[in-house]
């Protein structure tokens, strides 16, 4: 990986939490520091004005700027809305991104804190880019999304890389943000530094013996306590921001029942 990145300063650790169970984290992170217990359907400190924001959909919306390529909304282009962001605000800044496919690469810079693109549904809102490592750009470089402002939340959108395998490296989105959420955003790229190692842990069913595999040796058995450090929980301390967020989470593993872990 770092033969394929201009720098050492250019390597991250991107990480990319998965919730279950999200749909009303529109507008919430302006947000204060109280904890919010899993129980409640929203935290306190979220006024009514904005719990109704929280519920609504693209439609109902009132978005800060709204992009469509048909000359329908605000601007055309996603970069256009990003131009508009302010700097260093603590509101959410909701840009609106119409069906549609946006050829462009999307960056939102360290100073733009608390942004959120909202689009039609991943078959309908596609950004999509194609730079890659083989045709000359480092693979840091070939992100077709890249957040870097804290506080971003990503819904409904579609993010692609269409270069390919042949391509070798080609990014689909890159996070460098803290306190990110993207819930129902799918992700298509190429990459093949992503995975340190593949593990095995509680995988039942016709393909779960692993008597007939190829042994490879970088797939390893792990245990529920390894498992445990791959957690929202402890991987990305989850339990210290994602409850302001308003996101319903499991912070471990998934709970045990009489029949086996619950998938």
């Not at 899993?38 to 400190?45: D, V």
């Not at 593990?199 to 490879?216: C, F, I």
Request: glycine share 8%.
């Amino acid at each position: 990986m770092r033969k394929a990145l201009n720098s050492s300063a250019e390597l991250t650790s991107n990480i990319l939490a998965i919730v279950i169970n999200f749909d009303s984290a529109l507008d919430s992170l302006n947000l204060g520091f109280n904890r919010k217990l899993l129980s409640e359907e929203y935290p306190s400190w979220i006024s009514p004005g904005k719990r109704r924001l929280l519920q609504q959909s693209p439609a109902e919306l009132k978005p800060n700027v709204t992009v469509a390529k048909d000359g329908s909304g605000d601007v055309k282009t996603i970069g256009e809305a990003v131009l508009r962001v302010p700097t260093k605000s603590n509101d959410t800044f909701v840009i609106y991104i119409k069906e549609g496919v946006y050829e462009e690469q999307v960056q939102v810079n360290r100073s733009l804190a608390n942004v959120m693109m909202i689009g039609d549904g991943t078959s309908k809102t596609k950004i999509t880019g194609k730079l890659n490592y083989i045709d000359g750009t480092a693979t840091f470089k070939t992100a077709t999304v890249a957040i870097v402002g804290d506080g971003f939340i990503g819904k409904d959108l579609w993010i692609e890389n269409s270069a390919g395998a042949a391509k070798h490296q080609a990014v689909a989105l890159r996070v460098q943000s803290d306190k990110s959420v993207f819930y129902n955003v799918r992700m298509d790229g190429y990459q093949d530094t992503l995975s340190c190692f593949y593990t095995e842990l509680d995988n039942r069913g016709p393909g779960a013996d692993m008597s007939q595999r190829v042994k490879w040796k970088g797939v390893k058995a792990i245990d529920y306590a390894h498992a445990q450090k791959f957690t929202v929980e402890h991987f990305i301390q989850g339990n210290a921001w994602l409850p302001k967020t308003g996101v319903p989470f499991i912070p471990g593993l998934l709970p045990m029942t009489e029949s086996g872990r619950i998938h």
